[in-house]
């Protein structure tokens, strides 16, 4: 079998993409680079540069390289800012997805693991997200992404599409030292840079009704999320029984008030964060359950905060020392 992963040439794909090939799956990339790097994409992997709009260029790298599944991580990705560009926001993660399962039926290809995001739960009244928790999606971005599980479902029901949603939130770590978090918007890359850069990291908040004020949220390891895109796939590829949607969720959390300590720590470097407004669509605390994920697709966390932390931090730092040597 064969699979496409799109957004593969992103942070979260790229680990995608190599877990695919530890298990000796064949895989093949579709990105747009509009937030990815061509050189995440290891050099024997077939890399097709286009946007999932083009649904042409979509059924063609389907029938031509025999894809047998989809793993859909390519999207939009930025609540906060999504709240300013709904519109590309929507025309990205939902129009995108609509152009992809039209290829994906016209090439006859019938199975779908979709990145889906916590964030279509909102702010749950729960201490505890589980996957029946109500969905009351608070920015552009958790709405389009609840739309796509949305079509994945009615596509399922019309034409026999084989599919599973994976919703998880904070993503950080990284598997390799030649692949790390590029994204403007996201914690980890935030706090590096500026410590990179001799500023001081900020917090977007520290009123929330939470122990210390900032918000918590679920933060997985790319490594570990990525091994269960892939048992999503196989157990999809093998027809077995899947459920429609997973939390890929640490059961516990962290707040980001705990991340600034364990930066700290980890780097050795002391700051005190500088405290800024709250972003718009950020909820208090979003910690979820994976006791699904881990019954059925190898999910647990296989890593510590620290951990976390310093294969980020390591990953970073690699990249920087690239770059100079580059210039």
């Known amino acids: 079998m064969t699979w496409l ?25 579709l990105d747009d680079l509009s937030s990815g790097h061509e050189r995440f994409v290891p050099a024997d992997v077939p890399f097709v540069r286009g946007s999932i709009l083009d649904g042409a260029l979509v059924l063609d790298t389907l029938q031509k390289h025999q894809i047998t599944g989809v793993v859909h991580v390519a ?14 926001t929507y025309e990205q993660n939902v129009t995108g997805t609509q152009v992809l399962l039209a290829a994906m039926d016209e090439a006859d290809v019938s199975s779908i693991v979709f990145s889906s995001s916590a964030a279509v739960y909102g702010t749950p009244d729960t201490d505890l997200v589980t996957e029946d928790t ?61 410590l990179l850069e001799g500023r001081t990291p900020k917090i977007n908040g520290n009123d929330y009704p939470t122990a210390d004020g900032t918000c918590e949220r ?31 969720g640490s059961g516990d959390g962290a707040s980001v008030g705990q991340i600034m300590s364990t930066v700290a ?53 690699a990249s920087a020392v690239a770059d100079d040597a580059a210039e």
């Open 218 to 248: 679920d933060y997985i390891h790319v490594a570990d999320l990525a091994t269960s895109h892939v048992a999503a796939a196989k157990r999809l590829d093998a027809g077995q029984s899947i459920e429609p949607v997973y939390n890929l």
């Open 265 to 317: 720590q980890v780097t050795g470097i002391a700051f005190e964060p500088e405290i800024t407004p709250r972003r718009p669509g950020d909820p208090a605390r979003i910690v979820a359950s994976g006791e699904k994920a881990a019954r059925d697709l190898d999910w647990t966390m296989r890593h510590t905060l620290a951990e976390m932390v310093e294969s980020a931090w390591s990953a970073r730092k």
């Open 134 to 194: 109500p969905k009351n999606p608070q920015s552009p971005y958790g709405e389009s992404k609840l739309i796509g599980e949305w079509l994945l479902r009615d596509q399922g029901v019309a034409r026999g599409l084989a599919h599973t949603s994976l919703r998880y939130f904070n993503v950080v770590g990284s598997g390799y030292p030649d692949v790390y978090d590029t994204s403007p918007h996201n914690l980890f890359p935030l706090v590096f840079e500026a």
């Open 5 to 29: 992963v799109t957004g593969g040439a992103g942070y979260i794909g790229a680990h995608v993409v190599r877990a695919f090939q530890r298990e000796g799956i064949g895989v093949v990339v």
């Open 75 to 88: 999207g939009y990705k930025y609540a906060g800012v999504s709240v300013q560009r709904p519109l590309h």
